[in-house]
């Protein structure tokens, strides 16, 4: 037996023993158990999340015949504490969300990179810093459904004060739903 011959018996063999097993599971009669995603809230509960995000912005620009195009690369990580405020007796509950820290990269089309770290002095960037700094540290409440969905954001008036410049450039309420 040659090896091409080999793999296509483990193959054989692979398929015929996981046809067997489907077909033992789907006879059993047993109904699956539905999974429940409903969160189960309690009151002082204390949770930590780590976070990456990354999103690449292209820019074409035409004048005439000639063409040019970039890519900007957004790349933002760091960590949250959600902590449980309040269970209402509809499953509802109010949170209290902090950013514990931030960092945030942005690289540009020749590889150039703006860094800002909230853990760290403002560095070359201080407007990066300044921006991911007024978020750290300033806890918004969140008020949630039962369902898990947001329904409303309290609090991200102090982060819009503590950015300087436009406010069509600082972040929303709509920002911060997760």
């Known amino acids: 037996m040659g090896p091409g011959q080999v793999n296509l018996m483990l193959l054989r063999h692979v398929l015929c023993l996981s046809l067997t097993l489907l077909t033992a599971a789907s006879a059993s009669g047993e109904e699956p158990h539905p999974l429940s995603l409903r969160p189960t809230f309690e009151t002082g509960r204390t949770t930590h999340y780590e976070f990456w995000s990354q999103r690449d912005q292209t820019t074409t620009m035409n004048f005439g015949q000639e063409h040019r195009e970039f890519v900007l690369r957004y790349e933002w990580s760091g960590q949250i504490t959600w902590q449980i405020q309040e269970v209402r007796a509809d499953g509802s509950a109010e949170a209290a969300m902090t950013f514990d820290w931030i960092r945030m990269v942005i690289t540009g089309p020749e590889d150039e990179k703006q860094t800002a770290d909230s853990r760290q002095g403002p560095g070359t960037w201080a407007e990066g810093h300044q921006f ?47």
Request: charged fraction near 35%.
């Open 132 to 178: 991911i700094k007024a978020m750290v540290d300033r806890p918004l409440t969140l008020h949630v459904a039962a369902d898990g969905s947001i329904t409303s954001i309290e609090g991200v008036d102090a982060i819009r004060r503590a950015i300087p410049g436009e406010d069509d450039a600082k972040p929303d309420a709509r920002d911060f739903r997760e």
